[in-house]
């Protein structure tokens, strides 16, 4: 039974197989080795689309439903919830499982073999307030396998792939900063073999570091934190807060969209004293914008760390809304997050009985492991460790692969 290896990401999703001993990340999209785990359902032709074409659909304000950040509702109620989707009733669970599946149909396509088996990655912990939640998240991962037409899968943690797949020797950390988690793990390497000592991961990642900035950023010229007027008297109110969490987190903008809420935001209009903002936020839930203010938060944040200065431009909401976006303010903003990272790194050391200074590599791996928040947080507590940088964006799906055979 032939294996495919699954690094089914919060943000990007890659699939790998060895080719004459070496690890290959097979191009699901053109030009490209990993694709978005993004789902567009879309309600004109009545199909889902996935990837790049999902995204672009969304962006181009086709009429269906765009869903990205899936991975980070597993072991949530919100994964077994039925929703409607085109004349279906239908889990997240359901919906994972017919990404999968085109994940497997690609693979298929583009190797010539048939993938009965997968050995999927899986943070070290996809929640790590609750053990429930997190066995929880396997069972449904798992459940979406089996509807993708997997006849088995097995977990790797994804860190530990990502160990088998570096290169060099010694002692090292590596270090996964993702769209969804941190993953840890201590391991050494010698003579091509990789031995893990202590792993340890934490929910925290790229989408928590965008639901921050837009929280602090996009979310007060919606309403966030004004106040609203009552009907009669001259008590006021602020909005509801856990409506602009929503909006800005990635796995849930999906399903703000509500009739009856874009009702009372419009009754809010008449009632704050500043109408403006709650003016645009109606024009963000009529018009379906939480995406199109997700994807620019992002990419501010990427500008800013990359290149000292990023905006987040807005022009979809209002013609000419754009934020300044520091590369310094960036990283005052997330310093309690990389102290985090940081503090869970010493932590995994701990485990593995090993001082800071024993460590001879500290290995980054993951699109967020590139902010120079969290390099300077890991510096700073293994000062003597070389910083290395792996593959970011392929290191676990080419760990995969190595485990897959
Ligand atoms: N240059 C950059 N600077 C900062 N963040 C970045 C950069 N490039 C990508 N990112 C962030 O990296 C994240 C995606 O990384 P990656 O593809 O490794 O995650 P993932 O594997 O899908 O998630 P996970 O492993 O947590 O499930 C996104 O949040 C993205 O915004
Ligand atoms: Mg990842």
Known sequence: MARLGIDFGTSNTGAGI?????????????????????????????????????????MEGQDGRFMRGLKSILGTPLAREKRRFLNERMTLIEVIGRFLAEIRCRSERITGQSFEAAIS??????????????????????????????????????PEAAALAVAGEGRMLIVDIGGGTSDFTLCERARGQTRVIASRGLRLGGTDFDRSLSLAHVMPLLGHGAEIGAELGAKTHAAPRALFHDLASWEKIAFVYDAALLREVKRWIRLARDPVLFERLAEVLEMHLGHDIAYAVEAG??????????????DVVQRGLRIDLWGVQLQHELSSAAARIGDMALATLKDGGCRPDQVDMVVFVGGSSQLSGVRQALARRLPEARQETAEVFTAVVHGLAFAAR
């Not at 500008?303 to 200065?309: F, G, M, T, V």
């Open 18 to 58: 060895l080719r004459d001993g070496r690890p290959a990340a097979l191009p699901l999209e053109a030009g490209a080795q990993t694709l978005p785990t993004a789902v567009f359902v879309d309600f004109t032709d009545k199909r889902f689309v996935y990837g790049e074409a999902a995204a672009r659909a969304m």
């Open 121 to 158: 990655g899986r943070p070290v912990r996809f929640h790590s307030e609750s053990e429930d939640k997190d066995a929880q998240a396997e069972i449904d991962l798992r459940e979406a396998y089996a509807l993708a037409g997997f006849r088995a899968v097995d977990f790797l943690p994804e």
């Open 301 to 314: 944040k990427i500008a800013a760390n990359d290149s000292e200065r990023g905006e987040i431009a807005l």
